[in-house]
């Protein structure tokens, strides 16, 4: 499936009429680290917003941020004044989103006033897709612009949920994204393709990693996408984490190099570390076959010969190369596998990209980015992620409001 049909039969917001006193929830994904490295994530909606609140709609934004689930959720005022200063008009933060309070706030909007409600991820409603959340949420509004392409292979109630109460139409920056990574998606049996899939998050196992090893020629596991391969190869991995998710992350992770078409690199050397609360010590080189000892993780790992000599190939041949997670323990000055793979992936004749929040802001590179990691690759893999299933869905809903747009 293309972007084409993907986006056949959404609503897009840009082409609707928005008139003055109009009341639209944005949803919106400024899950942004603290310190704001890197706030593409914000950027990306300020034109959508600028759009409804040119044109004099009333503008509650719902963003999530961190989890509930691992109490890494806060609330979002520095994101508001942020938020303010690009937009270039004050942008009121309030705190509360599913309460009388929240809906009265919104109500007392002014036409063209902007407004950050709190992080949805404060209630544990929000990542269990809960109904009543959802239409609480909906409250704030009588049309919803769903942008957020980094939480959009989420099934939760401020972007899908909320589509079951309000008419939905897909913010550019949603489209914006899909058709950005169309050049990644599917064989490109011409050019060779590399992709890097490392990272912390399940999806770089679950969905990345089957996904490389089905489209792609070479597939480069880092970060603890390696920990379950060298796991499931039977090399002892010492304290190496296999993060959370760790059956569906096996499963995939035996499935993945069950046939794959790809060539998968298994590095013969890793770098190990042991941690404590002060940091890493006592990094040293290892051979996978001598096993990492108890204690000891893997935080980085050396290229084999043949893959530097493909990354040369990928330069020559104007090929495509994706990391999605970062490779190695960049951020903690682990950066051999990273800084391999950035340095081919800046070669102006390279066609690479960076995916992901974590691994944008944390690898140097100007070139190519998707805000979305785990969303970026479910579309790699699918060409659909379920919001714009859900804003498909929502169509009937939308044609109906759209006259009396
Ligand atoms: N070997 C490793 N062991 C533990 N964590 C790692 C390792 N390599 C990379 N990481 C971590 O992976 C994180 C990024 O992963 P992830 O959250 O999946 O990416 P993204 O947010 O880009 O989707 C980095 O913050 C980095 O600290
Ligand atoms: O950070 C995000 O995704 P990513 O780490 O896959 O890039 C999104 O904001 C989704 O957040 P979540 O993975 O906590 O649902």
Redesign the pocket.
Known sequence: MSVSTTIHSVGLLREQPIHPGQRWVYSAGFNVASGMTDTSRIDCELDDLRYLADRGARVAILSHQGSHRDGTAVHLSGTAEYLGKRLGRPVTYIPENASDDAVTAARSLADGQVALFGNTRLHSGEEDNDPVLAAQFARLGDYAAIGGFSKAHRRHASNVGILRHLPGWAASSLIDETRRLEPWAGRSPKTPSIAAV????SE?SVVGLPCFARDYDIVVP???V??HVLHHLGYAIGS??LGNDVERRAAATKAALANPRARIHVPRRVVIARADRHGWHEAHTVSVSEGVPTGF????FHLHPWLIQELRRVAACGGRLII?????????GFTQASSALLDAARTPTVNAML??????A?LPFDGATSTG??SALCYLDQADVVVLDALRRNNGLTMRSRRAL
């Open positions: 490392g990272g912390v998050k770089k880092g970060g603890i390696l920990n190496s984490p993780s893997i935080v980085d999605a997670g970062t490779p190695s323990l960049h951020t903690h995916l992901g929040g974590d691994t944008v944390e990691g785990g």
